[in-house]
């Protein structure tokens, strides 16, 4: 494919749930209305009620020295773009994302929320040249408990081999296998043209 693509970090956080995400938005251009989904809506107005509140608040607990706020970035080593909440730095001179989710913490980090640190480091890292090695989740319905997701070099070396296969459907128009895990089938805006 001749032209550049970029994805953005939404976009492998669906693939993650269902490959066919991609398929159907990119590849047969149907958009899955995510906008009338209550959490996607509970997630806007948690984003929106931060950018508010949190304007001089700095984490000091996480040993932060300074941050920025709703961060868009751009990396074209990755084909990756998206908008993090907030960019951490920290004493030891490293950085961090911290991401807010309209989420209970229950026992441990999902997988989903690791992967998008990740992500999301990998952007840091390419746009201010400093080293990221953990990830900050804010879980908002858990009284903001803030949890540490630490970031190893395997975890990055996922993350891009992640947007890597998301951007081969793209590319090849190729129809990816459905999710496993049929449960999440039955709230799909797909559900009704996935065969």
């Known amino acids: 494919m001749s032209a550049e693509v970029f994805i953005t970090v939404s976009d492998v956080m669906e693939y993650l749930f269902c490959p066919r995400f991609i398929y159907f938005m990119y590849c047969l251009g149907i958009p899955q209305h995510e906008e009338k989904r209550y959490k996607v809506l509970k997630g806007r107005e948690l984003h929106d009620a931060r950018e508010k509140v949190n304007k ?12 920025d706020i709703a961060v868009y970035l751009v990396s074209r ?13 920290l004493e030891d001179g490293t950085a961090a994302p911290l991401d807010y989710k309209f989420a209970e913490f229950k026992d441990k980090v999902f997988r989903t929320h690791k992967y998008q640190s990740a992500l999301y480091g990998l952007m840091i890292a390419d746009n201010y040249g400093l080293k990221v090695n953990r990830g900050f989740v804010c879980y908002t319905r858990s009284n903001h408990l803030v949890k ?18 998301v951007l081969d459907i793209i590319q090849k128009g190729f129809y990816p296998e459905a999710t496993k895990y049929k449960a999440r089938c039955v709230d799909c805006t797909y559900r009704n043209i996935c065969v």
């Open 77 to 89: 080593k990755y084909c990756l773009k998206g908008e993090v909440d907030e960019v951490l730095f």
């Open 148 to 165: 540490e997701v630490k970031l190893s070099d395997k975890d990055f070396e996922r993350a891009i081999a992640t947007v890597n296969e």
């Open 56 to 67: 001089s608040y700095i984490r000091k607990k996480l040993q932060c020295v300074r941050k």
